[in-house]
């Protein structure tokens, strides 16, 4: 490997460490008490490499939140050729499970914290495009499926609305640790087992 290959590589492995620093300590001690120097210190790097990296704690925060969308839309790119809808929009629900279960710290990144949002309100940024580029992908599934005479008599955007939110719902609370303390009979699938029932219910609309 040249010396710059190695080089490029070594950066690119440090801005990693970094940003799954940053994702822990946020979601451990939320983000206002989150510096860049409880950062560097939890990597045993100097503060001035991180700053080499990201001009600023919103930096982090915006590279985090974009890269957790990035990594979850590239889950539903296998999907892409699944030609049923509904088939798609079943498998779309399980994926969603899996990235949440797997990814739990980016997860309430992503969906719970609302320091994403605050950040985007300050850079007067308009809309939330990775949100509504995830939730337009559902959307057309859901359309899909009404015009394939699933959902008769229901609508796309609330129905849409209506899963995405019952499924990130159950994740959260899993999450949480909230469903835990209910002390379920299969904790670790309750989750999985909730939305299959759920799955039931959406096969006879």
Not at 68 to 81: H, I, S
Not at 113 to 131: C, R, T
């Amino acid at each position: 490997m040249a010396i710059a290959d190695r080089k490029a590589k070594e950066k690119e492995q440090l801005k990693t460490l970094i940003l799954n620093s940053a994702r822990k300590l946020f979601v451990q001690n939320g983000v206002e008490q989150t510096t860049i120097r409880s950062i560097a210190k939890n990597i045993d790097y100097s503060v001035g490499t991180v700053y080499l990296y990201f001009k600023d704690k919103n930096a982090i925060l915006n590279e985090l939140h974009s890269l957790g969308f990035a990594q979850l839309g590239e889950q539903f790119k296998v999907l892409a050729n699944v030609e049923k809808p509904m088939e798609r929009l079943m498998a779309m629900g399980r994926l969603y499970i899996n990235f949440a279960m797997e990814n739990p710290d980016m997860y309430e990144l992503m969906f719970t914290l609302k320091a994403p949002m605050a950040v985007l309100n300050e850079s007067k940024k308009e809309e939330w495009d990775e949100g509504k580029s995830a939730f337009g992908v559902l959307k057309t599934t859901v359309e899909q499926c009404i015009n394939q005479h699933h959902f008769e008599g229901h609508k796309a955007e609330p129905l849409t609305f209506m899963i995405w939110g019952l499924v990130h719902g159950m994740c959260s609370l899993q999450i949480s640790d909230r469903a835990k303390a209910v002390h379920f009979e299969n904790e670790d699938q309750i989750v999985s087992a909730g939305y299959e029932e759920f799955l039931k219910i959406l096969k006879k609309l």
